[in-house]
T-cell receptor, first 117, second 111 residues
Framework: KAGVTQTPRYLIKTRGQQVTLSCSPISGHRSVSWYQQTPGQGLQFLFEYFSETQRNKGNFPGRFSGRQFSNSRSEMNVSTLELGDSALYLC????????????????FGPGTRLTVL | QQQVKQSPQSLIVQKGGISIINCAYENTAFDYFPWYQQFPGKGPALLIAIRPDVSEKKEGRFTISFNKSAKQFSLHIMDSQPGDSATYFCAFTSNNRKLIWGLGTSLAVNP
């Protein structure tokens, strides 16, 4: 099976711009989560989508948004970029995190490195 | 907000030595402790995971031990190899299904 793919791999934007990142999960995986990774903060959870619905959300401002399509592919959007948004954005997919506490393995993509100038 | 404190931040071990990484968590309501390994330029990948009803789990050279009373779990890498050089993250599942992550340990194994 192909792994999780993310596009683009690298992105340079300037403050105030907006950006859209794309994630294609492993075939058959229905849950997609997004994380922001920075050296000082580690992995910070952004949100999780399941069956085109946001099922969970982290503590990020409304400038960060996402969506999931019927084929489970997901996009995240960051509007009005700030310098502090420079980070590696990781997407992870899992089979199904349905109800209760899940122990599903999350499979990560290689990430999109976003640099905001 | 529930947190997990991971230590050390960085670790240098000689080839053949034992690497030990610790994580201490707060509060309760968890049932899954995965460890992830991340190489430069790659996303994290699941290395090994444990549930709290088990005190230890071993997979090859990697062992997780769990101390519920101390609210701590540890990763031991026996016979560490240069190929183990990576960043290691501990995590646990919170009661709202989010994975709470440690800040990572950068491991360097000298040949």
């Amino acid at each position: 099976k192909a792994g999780v793919t993310q596009t683009p791999r690298y992105l340079i934007k300037t403050r105030g711009q907006q950006v859209t990142l794309s994630c294609s999960p492993i075939s058959g995986h229905r849950s997609v989560s997004w994380y922001q990774q920075t050296p000082g903060q580690g992995l910070q959870f952004l949100f999780e989508y399941f069956s085109e619905t946001q099922r969970n959300k982290g503590n990020f401002p409304g400038r960060f948004s996402g969506r999931q399509f019927s084929n489970s592919r997901s996009e995240m959007n960051v509007s009005t970029l700030e310098l502090g948004d420079s980070a590696l954005y990781l997407c992870a997919s899992s089979l199904d995190r349905d109800g209760g506490i899940s122990t599903d393995t999350q499979y990560f993509g290689p990430g999109t490195r976003l640099t905001v100038l | 907000q529930q947190q997990v404190k991971q230590s050390p931040q960085s670790l240098i071990v000689q080839k053949g030595g034992i690497s030990i990484i610790n994580c201490a968590y707060e509060n309760t309501a968890f049932d899954y402790f995965p460890w992830y390994q991340q190489f430069p330029g790659k996303g994290p990948a699941l290395l090994i995971a444990i549930r709290p009803d088990v005190s230890e789990k071993k997979e090859g050279r990697f062992t997780i031990s769990f101390n519920k009373s101390a609210k701590q779990f540890s990763l031991h890498i026996m016979d560490s190899q240069p190929g183990d050089s990576a960043t290691y993250f501990c995590a646990f599942t919170s009661n709202n299904r989010k994975l709470i992550w440690g800040l990572g340990t950068s491991l360097a194994v000298n040949p």
